[in-house]
């Protein structure tokens, strides 16, 4: 009879250290993805970045007379280069550039020559692609990052998770004032 306590104690435990080091495991493998999901974004973010002083360049050549708004996206480029300390800064600093290329394509409505121009057409579907990639790495980075927190917060996993400090991840979401559309004054 003792023999069997032992056995069944023995079971338990070896099934319970089974479950912490799976879920263990689990988290690591999760967190890892969110890491690699948010490396996609910012590569993406990047690929918008390295498209801009081309696309200055080329409009710059056809529109002396709006210097403001080429210097309001290189500006905006800078502070997206310099990311920010979380999802939510970065998340700002990247909309702020969005807006400002928004208004640098407006602007080539008012000059046709530049609308005509090869380089410029080559340069504005190539951002149009960047925008794309970039949606994309955002929901799949989102996808990640919800997996990720669910297992931390659901029970029994969320023991485990605070156990070895597994810390809830931030979405990425739009920034404030991101569903207005950029004011384009001529």
Not at 32 to 61: H, M
Not at 149 to 168: G, H, Q, R, W, Y
Request: with cysteine.
């Amino acid at each position: 009879m003792k023999k069997t306590i032992w056995i069944i104690v023995a079971a338990l435990v070896v099934i319970v250290c089974g479950y912490c080091w799976t879920t263990y495991n689990t988290l690591v493998k999760l967190g890892q993805d969110v890491e690699t999901a948010w490396a996609d974004v910012e590569t993406q973010y990047q690929r918008r970045v390295d498209l801009i002083p081309n696309l200055v360049s080329t409009v710059k050549g056809y529109a002396k007379h709006e210097q403001e708004t080429l210097d309001q996206v290189v500006e905006a480029r800078a502070k997206a280069l310099a990311g920010g300390a979380n999802v939510e800064e970065y998340a700002a600093a990247q909309q702020q550039v969005t807006t400002a290329l928004g208004r640098l394509i407006a602007i080539s409505e008012n000059y046709p020559d530049l609308k005509a121009n090869q380089n410029f057409l080559e340069l504005q579907a190539q951002l149009e692609g960047t925008e794309n990639r970039i949606a994309v790495a955002r929901n799949k980075y989102n996808e990640v990052v919800k997996a990720y927190n669910t297992k931390t917060v659901t029970f029994p996993s969320n023991l485990i998770a605070k156990m070895f400090d597994f810390e809830k991840r931030q979405l990425f979401a739009a920034a404030a004032g991101a569903d207005k559309a950029p004011e384009v004054a001529f």
